[in-house]
């Protein structure tokens, strides 16, 4: 299983970003796809998931509104574009999925300047 993040970088407040995850080595349209963040000093957390088809998806409250996830199964991506930025969006962010062990892209940072 690999995991490719792409997409981080520098934004101002209100601003937007758009992530992507390249995903090999596994089915990829049979399983779930998420986003978690881990900010300094904090624990990871969850951002979103995707059900396998696309058509269930999971938001942290933090989020709803502001972010969405989506997939292609036919790239093997999963995006998460992340509108209305705020600083404490600033974090360093992982795709991630289950395939009998819980696994991870390397990550990208997600800076928010106020």
């Known amino acids: 299983v690999q995991l490719v993040e792409s997409g981080g970088g520098l934004v101002q407040s209100g601003g937007s970003l758009r992530l992507s995850c390249a995903a090999s080595?596994?089915?990829?349209?049979?399983?779930?796809m998420s986003w978690y963040r881990q900010a300094p000093g904090k624990e990871r957390e969850l951002v979103a998931s995707?059900?396998?088809?696309?058509?269930?998806?999971n938001y942290a409250n933090s989020v709803k509104g502001r972010f969405t996830i989506s997939r292609d199964n036919a790239k093997n991506t999963v995006d998460l574009q992340m509108n209305s930025l705020k600083p404490e969006d600033t974090a360093v962010y992982y795709c991630?999925?289950?395939?009998?062990?819980?696994?991870w892209g390397q990550g990208t940072q997600v800076t928010v300047s106020s």
């Open positions: 991630s999925t289950w395939v009998f062990n819980r696994y």
């Open positions: 080595g596994f089915s990829f349209s049979s399983y779930v």
């Open positions: 995707m059900s396998p088809a696309g058509d269930i998806t």
